[in-house]
Every structure is written in C-alpha cells, then in structure tokens.
C-alpha cells in the first residue's frame, strides 16, 4: 500500500516536477541531488548544511526535518554531519515503475527548519541502475502457422519488459539456432524495441509440424541480463488474420470510488478469419499487480468493469494493454488509458510540527508557539486547505509557508487568570461539499513570579491589654500571593525600626509563617499608648517579591495605678494644716484635696469621701471636685482642730484607693497656733516641727493677705462692674469631669482631658476661681459621659506619652 501511494505521489509530483522546479527554484533556492537506486542506509546524498549555507553548530537548535509527503522517509539528516542520508531501501521501479523513459524519477522532500520558520525544497533523482532482467509475459510462446506462409512472412512475437529505464531496458532479441526462421527486431515509440520472426524457409507440417525456437531479450546495462521464451510454432493448414482493435487507444475517465461491477469500456477487435481463426478472446496483457486487482475483462465481450474499490489517492491513473488472440495464435493489442477522477474523500489532517509548552506567561505577544502542517490527499481545490482558530482572544494562526501555520500569541498570558488553553484549529477543504478537521491543541501556562504578596488590609490595628504575658498573640496578619508554589508561597518578618529608641524586635516577634505578631515583653500604657511595626511578607521565588504594611498596636488601660494625694503632702513628710475662719458660713470652701492617677479614663476617675471625721456634719468633700466645704455655719462651740480621713477612690474595676488626713484650724487669729500644739505630735522632733508650723503660719498669713486682696478685689469690681469682668474672674462657663476614655468608631482612644488645667488648682490661689463651679456637688451622670466634641485632641500616640504627669 505504502509503496503505492508512494508511486502515486511521484507520478503526481513527476508531473508539475517542471513547473515546481521551475517556480520553486526561484522562490526558495531549492537544491536538486540525485542518488542510484538501491543503495545501502546511510548513503550520502549531499551536504545541506553546505548547500543551504547554514552553520552546522546551530543546525540541531533549529529543529531540521525532512518530511516526504507519503507514508515513507526514504531519506533523512544526519544531524551529526548536515548530511542528507538514504534511511530505507529505494527502489526506482516501485517508485517510478510507469514512468516514460525520458522522465526523470524524483522524489520531493521539503527541508524544515525553524526558528525562524524556513521551508526549502529538495528534490532527488533516483538513476536507476540495471536492476531487473528483460521479462517475456509468458513463458511459452504459442505460434500457429500456416504451412502455406510465404517466405518473408512476418510474426510478431509479443514483447519483454524491462522494468529499468533507458539503456537499462530491452535492447535487442536473439533467436537461437533456426533453419526456418529469422528475427527482425524493430522499434517505434509505442511499443519500444520488437522483435518479428521472418520466415527464412518455406514450413512443411508434413515433415515438422512442430519448432521449438528460443528467443533471448538482453538489455544494455553492464554487465547485462537476459530473459528467454520459447516460441512453440505449430505448422497449421490457415490462419491468415490476427485480429484487430477498432481503436489502439481507448481513454476513458473513471470517478474514484466507483463501485465494483462499474463498466469502464468494452475493447472491441475483429479477425477476418473465420471459424476458430476469426474468434477473438481478450485478456490483459502487460499490467501491474495493481490494475489486475482493480480491473477485469471479460473473455469474450471486451467489457473492462471495475472489480475493487478505486483510490485517486493511490493512483491517479491508470494504462492497461489488452490482447485480442483468436484460435490461431494469432495477437492484436490495444492500450486502454484510465484518467481517476478525484473525489473529495479526504479530509485535512493536522499535524503539530512542533510545540512550545507550556508557555512561559510572560512570553511576549507575537511568540511563535506551535507549528502546524495541514495537509489534505485529494488533488486540486479538494486540497486547498483553509486553516483558522474558533474564536479565541489570546492566539492567532498565521499562515507561514504553503500548508504550514504558526500558532502565535496576539495578546499577554496572565497565569492567575487562565492557567491552561484547549485552542481549536479547523482546517476545511475547498471540496464539494467541503470536508473539515478539528484538533484541539492543549497549552498550559507556566508560573512567572509576577504577582507580590498582597496584604488583606492595607493596614492593621492591634489592641492589647498592658500587663500582658511576654508571647501573648497580639494579631494575626495576612498576605496572599496568587503566584504558583514557591512563586506564591509568602513568608513574613518584621522591618527593622525603632520605638523610642529601642528595637521594634524587643516588643514583638512574628511567625514567619503563620503571619501571628507576639508580644516579646509585658507592655505599660503608662509608659506608652501605641507603636507602629512594620511587617514585611516575601514570597519565595527567585528574585523575591514583598510588600509591607504597617500594623499599629495599641495598649489599653488597666486599672493598675492607685490614685496620688498631691495635696496635701502625704503624712509623715509634714503637717499640712489649713485655717479655717470662724465666721465661714455654710457651703464655703475650706480646703481641697487634690489627686491624680496614672491611669486614664475611668481608671483615672476619682471620687473623694470622707471616711472619718472628728465632727461629723460638720464638714462634707465634692465626691469628684474634692473641695471640702462647711455643711453648716462654723459656730464658736466647734472644737478648733478638726481632723478629715478621706479617701480618694478611682472608678476602675476593680478599683484602687488611697486614704489621706486633712487637718483643718477653726480661728481666725494666727497667735493661736501654738496653743494648738497637740499631744498627739512628737515632742521629741519639735525643733523642726516648730519650723514647720512657723512656716505654715507664713504661708496662712499670706493666704488670708490674698483672700483680703481678693475681697477689695470684688467691692472694685461691684464699683466699675463692666471694666473688671472678664480680666479678673475667668470663670469656666461649664467643667466635665475627667472624660472617660472612649474608644470611637475608627478604633482610636481618644482623650480630651487635660491633665495641666487640673494641677493648676493645685495652687491654692486658683481655688476661687472654680469655686462657683464647683458647687455642684453631683453632676448629672449624662454630662459626665460627653466626649467633647474636638475629639481627636489628642491622640494617643508614642509622643503623648506620661511627660505631662510630671
Ligand atoms: C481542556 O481540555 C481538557 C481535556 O478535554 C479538559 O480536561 C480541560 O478542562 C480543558 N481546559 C479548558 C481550560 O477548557
Ligand atoms: C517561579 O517563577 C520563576 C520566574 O520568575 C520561574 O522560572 C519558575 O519556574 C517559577 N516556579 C514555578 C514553580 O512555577
Ligand atoms: C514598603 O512599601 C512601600 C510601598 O508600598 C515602599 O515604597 C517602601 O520602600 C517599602 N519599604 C520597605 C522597607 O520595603
């Protein structure tokens, strides 16, 4: 079959080999080689490297091929000289067997290279070499003869074939020794070389009737082969006519795949004899294995009918020699020439040459990415092929060389959005109707570090409780990467930076691979509210990609901080004691505790009360002001010295408190100090207690200047009210308590008390001026909860650490 098709090729090739030469030789600077038959594997046909002119150290690289359009190679490159070699058996007469004479055998070969994609044509002649002896069609020659045939009579005997070419074929025809006969051997172009007996001698049957003559073909090879026959001549009484054709050639046109029992031609031949002279039988003469196959012809009618199925595929063409042989012996011949009609039963065939994958995603558009050959068997516009994509964004075909495509990208390939392409070519014949095939193409994209790890968030809030466990988890923070595996595997770390001087790496660590910060130390909020890392997630190609992110971190408050008695001086340093006038009356202010705490917000909330007294109902303490104040009018019976525990209390959970002594003086007269001199004070440090007290007598004096001063300061002021107003008595319109510490909407701790304006009352001097304020002891709870409205006042921050405590 291969064989056939093979034949079938060159015979098509055989023909247009002139127009090809001519136009491919122009176009593409084809090569033409020539190589015997029958050569060993291996043999050396030609160089292409040097006929091409192409650098033999880069030919491997470009991917050389050589592709023959039949089911055979017969040749190929042997890549480690450039040379084109003989890979199988080459037989002309297979090949080329029908071939005239005059017509070169050639096999067509097209020569691949790419990158970039080039097509050359080589053609190869095969020259044949004298490989097959002259062949008479039977081996026995039958001959009748009349007795009464005239000397010169000729007969002609049927001709040897020779399936070599040229002088390889039949040249000439011996007869062996013969008293009755000569041979002639004669040529024309239809028949080639032919040999007639010529009767040398008059035949007599009574004496013999029978002759058996030798007849040797000898070809011109060197050195040369024969084939013999024997010519049995019967001496018979008449046979005057051979028969013959109405017509030598008949040229009939079949349609491939006629169906067998098809009639193609009745052959007709007439003999003037009569009887069993004049009767004429048909066979075939010289045909091919193939045609015998296909064709039949009926002994009697001459009727030629199809008997298997016809491929134009395999042979395009058919030549058939018929002989008409009546009872004498005597032959006719005709040719009947068979054309194959091709019809469309072939469908294109795509064949991937060669294939980039997968493809790097960030291959350029415009990448070569496959190389396609199409091919359809059928001849003519059932041949012509149109190739092209179903729709598709990504890919284009364009058409390279006849029935090569390179499949190329027209757009980026982006991995992480298609990872993988099935791309469907169609290839159509130009046919009636048209025959198409599709091949799905599967492509997939390979990884390119393209993408940086992308965090969750743009930016990470964290809240942790101060006094915390060093390793408590803080936040768990994370980055995708799309990229595939280590590409898109993402590890995290902490940038270097500093909090306060001091490395970010002493407050907290990260798990490099869960993304989870600790905290390395216990935090204080009273050292400081907040800090700010900054993480950074890698991923693991090569080159790395990373991207960070800030993540704040919050301390909250805890109630650890007890309040601190400003004032007065806790015990045990000195004694404070204040004067209280006798004439005060109900609701006037006495004195004042002052407290903070290091806390805030609630933590920071103070209340004050009295736990003990010496004269209960005498005096009362502002639950959050801290201002003691006379409950009723001193009276003259009130004990002089008046002794106050109070305790400051702030509102955390659970809360923490400090307790302190008030001492307080009823007089007016500063003289009387002394005489108040208690027991309860030691005699034994009375020296420096006398200091004290000379001291704060000193200071009480210069109160009491003051109060004085203020008193004319007011009846001034009753005097010229407008002038005096705002310049002297600054009196807060409204006073909140400390505002508790809020977290608002945006997760930011916000704080609008300000510590300062507190200490300042710590001046006794300032005292007067809250007082009208403070005169309500209890403020309505829902003022007390108000944040003031410029909020964000002060946010917490590592700069807005505990410097304003002092
Ligand atoms: C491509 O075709 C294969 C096999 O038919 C299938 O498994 C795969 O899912 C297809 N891929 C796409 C992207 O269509
Ligand atoms: C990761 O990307 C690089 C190029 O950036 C590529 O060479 C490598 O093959 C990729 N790795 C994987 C597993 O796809
Ligand atoms: C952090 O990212 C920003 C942009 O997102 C970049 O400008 C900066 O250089 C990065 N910092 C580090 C230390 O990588």
């Not at 491997?60 to 040749?75: L, W």
């Not at 011949?333 to 994958?357: G, R, Y």
């Not at 002594?661 to 440090?685: F, W």
């Amino acid at each position: 079959m291969a064989e056939r098709k093979a034949h079938r090729w060159i015979e098509r090739r055989v023909k247009c080999a002139v127009f090809l030469l001519a136009v491919v030789q122009a176009s593409f600077g084809d090569i033409r080689y020539s190589v015997p038959e029958e050569t060993k594997n291996k043999y050396v046909i030609g160089s292409l490297t040097k006929d091409f002119n192409l650098d033999f150290k880069l030919l491997a690289a470009r991917k050389p091929r050589v592709d023959y359009q039949g089911e055979r190679r017969y040749c190929g490159i042997d890549l480690t000289t450039g040379d084109l070699i003989v890979l199988e058996r080459i037989d002309r007469e297979k090949l080329c067997g029908q071939t005239k004479t005059n017509k070169p055998c050639i096999l067509n070969f097209e020569f691949i290279l790419e990158n970039p994609l080039e097509l050359h044509n080589i053609v190869v002649e095969v020259t044949d070499i004298n490989d097959n002896p002259p062949v008479f069609s039977k081996d026995v020659i039958k001959l009748e003869i009349g007795e009464a045939a005239p000397i010169g009579s000729r007969f002609q005997i049927p001709t040897a074939r020779d399936l070599d070419v040229g002088i390889n074929s039949v040249q000439n025809y011996i007869l062996g020794r013969s008293e009755h006969f000569v041979l002639d051997v004669q040529s024309n172009t239809q028949r080639g070389k032919y040999a007639e007996l010529v009767l040398k001698h008059t035949l007599d049957r009574e004496k013999e009737g029978e002759h058996t003559l030798l007849v040797t073909a000898v070809d011109g090879g060197n050195p040369s082969r024969s084939g013999t026959a024997t010519v049995h001549i019967l001496v018979m009484d008449f046979n005057d006519n051979a028969p013959v054709f109405q017509q030598t050639v008949y040229k009939v046109n079949l349609l491939e795949n006629a169906p067998a029992g098809t009639f193609i031609v009745k052959v007709s031949a007439t003999d003037k004899d009569e009887g069993a002279n004049g009767a004429v039988s048909y066979d075939f003469n010289h045909v091919s294995e193939n045609s015998k196959r296909l064709f039949h012809i009926d002994e009697k009618s001459g009727e030629l009918k199809v008997i298997d199925k016809i491929d134009y595929e395999e042979a395009s063409s058919y030549e058939i020699e018929i002989q008409a042989e009546d009872g004498g012996g005597q032959t006719g011949h005709c040719k009947v020439l068979i054309q194959i009609t091709d019809v469309n039963d072939n469908a294109p065939v795509i064949t991937v040459k060669s294939a980039l994958n997968p493809i790097p995603e960030n291959a350029p558009t415009g990448t070569e990415i496959a190389v396609i050959n199409v091919k359809d068997l059928d001849d003519g516009d059932n041949s012509r092929v149109h190739c092209f994509l179903s729709e598709n964004m990504h890919f284009t075909l364009q058409s390279s060389i006849k029935n090569y495509f390179t499949l190329v990208t027209k757009a980026v390939l982006d991995r992480e959005e298609v990872s993988e392409f099935n791309i469907t070519i169609t290839a159509t014949d130009g046919g009636s109707p048209p025959l198409s095939t599709d091949a799905v193409l599967n492509f997939k994209i390979s990884d390119i570090n393209d993408n940086p790890p992308a965090f969750d968030e743009q930016s990470y809030s964290a809240y942790v409780v101060e006094n915390n466990k060093p390793g408590t988890s803080v936040i768990a923070i994370r980055a995708r990467d799309p990229d595939w595996r280590q590409n898109g595997t993402v590890s995290y770390a902490l940038l270097s930076g500093e909090v306060s001087g001091v490395p970010v790496s002493s407050f907290v660590s990260i798990n490099g691979d869960t993304g989870v910060i600790h905290a390395v130390r216990s935090f204080d909020y009273e050292q400081f509210r907040s800090f700010k890392v900054q993480v950074v997630a890698r991923d693991n190609g090569s080159p790395p990609l990373s991207s960070n992110v800030t993540v704040s971190v919050f301390i909250t408050d805890q109630n650890d901080n007890s309040p601190q008695i400003l004032y007065p001086a806790p015990l045990g340093k000195s004694i404070m004691t204040e004067m209280v006038p006798k004439a005060a009356y109900a609701g006037s202010l006495v004195s004042k505790v002052i407290a903070v705490d290091a806390d805030s917000g609630q933590n920071a909330w103070l209340s004050y009360q009295i736990m003990k007294s010496s004269d209960p109902g005498l005096f009362t303490i502002g639950l959050h002001s801290g201002e003691i104040r006379a409950l009723r009018d001193i009276s003259e019976s009130d004990t002089m010295k008046q002794n106050l525990v109070i305790s400051v209390k702030d509102n955390g959970q659970p809360s923490l408190s400090t307790t302190c002594s008030v001492y307080l003086l009823i007089s007016d007269n500063l003289a009387e100090i002394p005489q108040l001199k208690d027991k309860s004070y030691d005699e034994s440090n009375s020296k420096l207690t006398s200091y004290l007290i000379i001291a704060l007598v000193s200071v009480s004096t210069f109160f009491l200047t003051f109060i004085i001063l203020i008193v004319a300061v007011r009846f001034c002021r009753r005097r010229k009210p407008q002038l005096l107003f705002d310049g002297a008595v600054a009196v807060p319109g409204a006073y909140f308590p400390p505002n508790y510490a809020d977290v608002d909407g945006a997760g930011t701790l916000r704080s609008s008390y300000n510590y300062d304006t507190y200490l300042t009352t710590g001046s006794r001097t300032s005292d007067f001026k809250f007082a009208r304020s403070y005169n309500d002891v209890t403020l309505p709870a829902e003022n007390t909860l108000k944040r003031s409205p410029n909020g964000n006042s002060e946010d917490m921050d590592i700069t807005g650490n505990g410097s304003k405590y002092g």
